[in-house]
């Protein structure tokens, strides 16, 4: 019934274009991604409609935006050539199937939502109180199973939105008769949370985030800023490294030493001003690769464009299928 090429899998998941991407979106979702695109047939989605609905009064970022994370995807390894990597407004099947999927929806859904709600608490800075953000997951949804995907790679606040596509799934099933839609699991991503340089959730907008494109020197200043255990005062005071964030960014990105930081910062064999020396030139090894793709991509904005191209064409192909039967099934076919 699962129409996939080669017998895979078939993943979908997507980011809206915010911005750069930073080490956080690299350890919880990228480097993730990158690993399933052996065992699956993936689509990745730069989810701009979905941008739009929060960032609409300042549009004109939204495509930069898009070209960043296009480049970041590419730097942290995500193929263009097995999986398909596209824009989501360069396949109208997601508006079309959005606006039929939203005929299925109750509104309580929606407003029940508690990413809805925490948002409508939270974000300050902008006007969300618009008909399509309410509606968010109901994109989603039609994102998803556009494509029949089976698994979503997320991370646990997406969780309540895959809810609401799964029961969307059923219900939409259960009305018109037939398992046309194809309900799709969760993947929670194992990795830890990478905490930002000042301890709190690495986020873009507390500007305590570490950027995948980072040059070098910047790296060496954002982690010397880096808090650290508040309770080793001077060099010779014994320091905590389990209460230290750069021990566990030690552990994510160099765990070969993590061991042996930790023992030297107990024994107080170094400073801290040493200790974030030494990670600073980790990081850049770490991002050095990507830094190399990135910089070549950059430079060949012809590629860059054609991977686009290409991907909207295949995601097109399998979205254009899918939209046939839903329509067949919903009245809006042939008459
Ligand atoms: N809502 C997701 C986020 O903010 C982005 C997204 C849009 C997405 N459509 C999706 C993720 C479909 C997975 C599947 O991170
Ligand atoms: Fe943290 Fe390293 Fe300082 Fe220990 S030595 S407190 S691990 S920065």
Redesign the pocket.
Known sequence: MTKTTEGRKRILSGMRPTGRLHLGNLVGALANWRDLQDDYECFFMIADYHALMSEYEAPAKIAANAREVLLDFVACGLDPVRSVIFRQSEVPQHAELHLILSCYTPIGWLERNPTYKEQMRELTTRDIHNYAFLGYPVLQAADIVVYRAHCVPVGEDQLPHLELTRELVRRFNNLVGEDALVEPHAKLTASPRLLGTDRRKMSKSYGNQIDIADDPDTIRKKVMSMI??PK?IRRNDP???DE?N??DWYKTFSPGEADE??R??REAL???TD??SRLAEVLIAYLAEPHRRRQELEADPDRLHRILADGGERARAVAADTLADIKRLTGLGAM
């Open positions: 650290t255990d080793r320091g905590h490294p230290c750069v021990c930081v930790a030297k910062c170094w400073g801290c200790c974030k």
